[in-house]
T-cell receptor
């Protein structure tokens, strides 16, 4: 069964360092998302991506964040200069259909720890 | 904008007992509604979804949910829980008209007593 894969599963970094989280969405999906979950809190929307551009982003997704689909398979989230409060589990998701009509398929997450 | 509330942070039930997890949403029209489950160390898995039609929706693993427009609710139910159902459950809502995103509730952690 096709699945969304994320790497790394866990990354520890120093504050101020750049981090890139990688995701391989399901191959025929068209819409890509990043969500994050701070420990003990709810899953929060960060950004959605379609047709090689951001379609929507939340207020959390400030200038420190960027997303890219550098080739036909990868979808990356970059945090330019990490802060302590960026420590969270980051989930990538993809869907085939648009505007919430399709099921989101989530990866298992990348845990980011900022020291 | 849409929002969703899960009033129970933790729920504990005995194995074999029935389960109901509450979810209330806020949205100006009928939204798209979802329940996701997150097992420890795992990603989110869709249990069921409501788009339109029959307000009682059947999902995987024996779960069902009922959309009640008058109460703005979409409660998740299971007649008899299994120890493997211990997980965190997230209700989520999507807007019909323009947004691409789905908004999640804070989650309800389900504990199962043997």
């Amino acid at each position: 069964e096709p699945e969304v894969t994320q790497t790394p599963s866990h990354q520890v970094t120093q504050m101020g360092q750049e981090v890139i989280l990688r995701c391989v969405p399901i191959s025929n999906h068209l819409y890509f998302y990043w969500y994050r979950q701070i420990l003990g809190q709810k899953v929060e929307f960060l950004v959605s991506f379609y047709n090689n551009e951001i379609s929507e982003k939340s207020e959390i997704f400030d200038d420190q964040f960027s997303v890219e689909r550098p080739d036909g398979s990868n979808f990356t989230l970059k945090i330019r200069s990490t802060k302590l409060e960026d420590s969270a589990m980051y989930f990538c998701a993809s869907s085939f259909l648009t505007r919430n009509t399709g099921e989101l398929f989530f990866g298992e997450g990348s845990r980011l720890t900022v020291l | 904008a849409q929002s969703v509330t899960q009033p129970d942070i933790h729920i504990t039930v005995s194995e074999g007992a029935s389960l109901e997890l509450r979810c209330n949403y806020s949205y100006g029209a009928t939204p798209y509604l979802f329940w996701y489950v997150q097992s420890p160390g795992q990603g989110l898995q869709l249990l069921l979804k409501y788009f339109s039609g029959d307000t009682l929706v059947q999902g995987i693993k024996g779960f069902e949910a009922e959309f009640k427009r008058s109460q703005s609710s979409f409660n998740l139910r299971k007649p008899s829980v299994h120890w493997s159902d211990a997980a965190e459950y997230f209700c989520a809502v999507g807007a019909r008209n323009r947004d691409d995103k789905i908004i999640f509730g804070k989650g309800t952690r389900l504990h199962i007593l043997p």
